[in-house]
């Protein structure tokens, strides 16, 4: 009697297959062991909701994610939601490619291309410019708690790159004096102009503070899962911008100046450089990020989605 032979497929994504190892630096860990187009074990998402808690920044390499399945990877960290810059662009009929972004409401797209589908240096959008530190959607009430890029096209000439900070440690190393100053104070966020400077489509250029749109957040909040204090500068353009509520113009640029040059020193930072199938989280809570100018000759695209926040708690 012939003897039919059966194989099973191996258990993937299982607990012990799963690495994190830290990047070195002051923040970030890559996970290994996990192909997140393929189910996750509940065991496994615990594991890397934690290591996300402890590293600020995961990095997962090496992976194939089409928009549904890089959409699954995120929810393993929490709801998605549709990144406030989407708004902005579809307000403003900002099309990559012939085609409106997003390719799904959660979804945005990170991209040096023009509607035709060629890389330029100004698109209108982030295009390929260099992206001062900042966090993602701290110009809105409630910004999202993290956020997840994947990559689809990345120069081979290099460009680029994503600084992440820790923010924790900014908060931890500021002078009594500082901490004193800022203790219970909030500052405007300012929605009008994008993190490489551009100002979003149906929104005026403020002229003066009273003019700047945007939420009041703490300069220190509470990361509503570990508990700790960490520094929330949100981002800053040319003045009038982000600004402290109930200072002179004169005593918030002055605090201002010392906050920023002491939290985005080389000491608190890790840096990435970007491969195609390369996945990164980072907690806009508690880490700012930094993107350096892309060569304008070469593509370069990624699929961002956010990760849905929680009212700002101040420390």
């Known amino acids: 009697m012939a003897v039919t032979q059966t194989s099973s497929t191996p258990a993937v994504n299982q607990p012990e297959q799963l690495q994190?190892?830290?990047?070195?630096?002051?923040?970030g860990a890559e996970i290994r062991g996990v192909d997140l187009s393929q189910p996750v074990p509940e065991t496994t998402r615990r594991l890397m909701r934690q290591a996300w808690a402890d590293h600020l920044v995961l990095l997962w390499r090496g992976q194939q994610l089409p928009d549904e399945a890089l959409l699954g990877?995120?929810?393993i960290f929490g709801p998605t939601k549709e990144p406030a810059a989407r708004q902005y662009q579809v307000a403003g009929g900002y099309k990559v490619g012939g085609r409106l972004v997003p390719l799904h409401s959660h979804l945005s797209l990170i991209s040096n291309l023009d509607e035709d589908g060629n890389p330029v240096q100004d698109n209108g959008a982030l295009g390929s410019y260099e992206v001062v530190w900042h966090s993602d959607n701290s110009y809105v009430e409630v910004p999202p708690a993290g956020s997840m890029l994947y990559a689809v096209i990345i120069p081979t000439n290099g460009g680029g790159d994503t600084w992440f900070n820790n923010q924790y440690m900014a908060y931890e190393e500021l002078s009594a004096e500082l901490k004193a100053a800022i203790q219970g104070q909030f500052q405007i966020h300012d929605a009008s102009r994008n993190s490489a400077g551009v100002l979003r489509p149906t929104v005026k250029l403020p002229t003066k503070p009273e003019e700047v749109p945007g939420p009041a957040h703490p300069l220190v909040r509470l990361h509503?899962?570990?508990?700790?204090?960490?520094?929330y500068l949100g981002r800053r353009r040319d003045w009038p911008s982000n600004y402290i509520v109930g200072m002179t113009n004169a005593e918030s640029e002055a605090l201002l100046d010392r906050l920023w040059a002491h939290a985005t020193q080389p000491k608190y930072a890790w840096r990435h450089s970007w491969q195609v199938g390369d996945l990164v989280l980072w907690d806009n809570r508690c880490a700012m990020h930094y993107r350096s100018a892309v060569d304008a000759s070469w593509p370069r695209v990624l699929h961002r989605t956010v990760i849905n926040g929680e009212a700002v708690i101040p420390a």
Not at 224 to 231: E, F
């Open 20 to 27: 994190i190892v830290p990047s070195g630096g002051a923040l």
């Open 73 to 75: 990877a995120a929810r």
């Open 224 to 231: 509503p899962v570990t508990g700790k204090p960490a520094l």
